[in-house]
T-cell receptor, first 114, second 116 residues
Framework: DARVTQTPRHKVTEMGQEVTMRCQPI?????VFWYRQTMMQGLELLAY????????DSGMPKDRFSAEMPDATLATLKIQPSEPRDSAVYFC????????????FGSGTQLSVL | AQSVTQLGSHVSVSEGALVLLRCNYS??????LFWYVQYPNQGLQLLLK??????LVKGINGFEAEFKKSETSFHLTKPSAHMSDAAEYFC??????????????FGKGTKLSVKP
């Protein structure tokens, strides 16, 4: 059963530390998205890749966040330095390019920055 | 620009009653619309999608949604609620960037509670 895999599931860290979240998209999917979910803001797009190339990262604070796809099987989201306001659930989703295509979501990384 | 509005952040129904979750969209181009469900501590799961074929779309778990262009709506319904339907439901529209499709834009979500 193909699924998007995210690690870690939970992360607790102290302010100022680097956080790296990883995502393995479904094999064959050529689009990858990072979303952040909070009670106040709901689901917000952070970054979007197509064929490993970044297409849209306008939702991401550039001074501390970075997103990459080193290869087709791995996407990473890094926060350095982390801040308490970064506490949220971070979701990775993958899909096939096509306007009618849905996205498949991972289980998320619950991040708490103390 | 595209957007979706979900009316009602919380809906409560009795088991066996009709479920109706409302979603209105705004789009300058023909929209592609989606409903997702999120169970506690899990990711989002696709329930159904509208991609300009049939206006009545059937999804998993007995849910369906009807696309009404005149009302710019895509409401989600289920004839008879089950306890296992308790979850948060998100309506989403696919963004268009200069002719190429982009990310999903989500509504704020509607939390569905089902009473015994």
């Amino acid at each position: 059963d193909a699924r998007v895999t995210q690690t870690p599931r939970h992360k607790v860290t102290e302010m100022g530390q680097e956080v790296t979240m990883r995502c393995q998209p479904i094999l064959g999917h050529n689009t990858v998205f990072w979303y952040r979910q909070t009670m106040m803001q709901g689901l917000e797009l952070l970054a979007y890749f197509r064929n490993r190339a970044p297409l849209d990262d306008s939702g991401m604070p550039k001074d501390r966040f970075s997103a990459e796809m080193p290869d087709a099987t791995l996407a990473t989201l890094k926060i350095q330095p982390s801040e308490p306001r970064d506490s949220a659930v971070y979701f990775c989703a993958s899909g096939l390019e096509g306007q009618g295509a849905g996205l498949f979501f991972g289980s998320g990384t619950q991040l708490s920055v103390l | 620009a595209q957007s979706v509005t979900q009316l009602g952040s919380h809906v409560s129904v009795s088991e066996g009653a009709l479920v109706l979750l409302r979603c209105n969209y705004s789009s300058s181009v023909p929209p592609y619309l989606f409903w997702y469900v999120q169970y506690p501590n899990q990711g989002l799961q696709l329930l159904l999608k509208y991609t300009s074929a049939a206006t009545l779309v059937k999804g998993i778990n007995g849910f369906e949604a009807e696309f009404k262009k005149s009302e710019t709506s895509f409401h989600l319904t289920k004839p008879s609620a089950h306890m296992s339907d308790a979850a948060e439901y998100f309506c989403a529209v696919r963004a268009h960037y200069g002719g190429s499709q982009g990310n999903l834009i989500f509504g704020k979500g509607t939390k569905l509670s089902v009473k015994p």
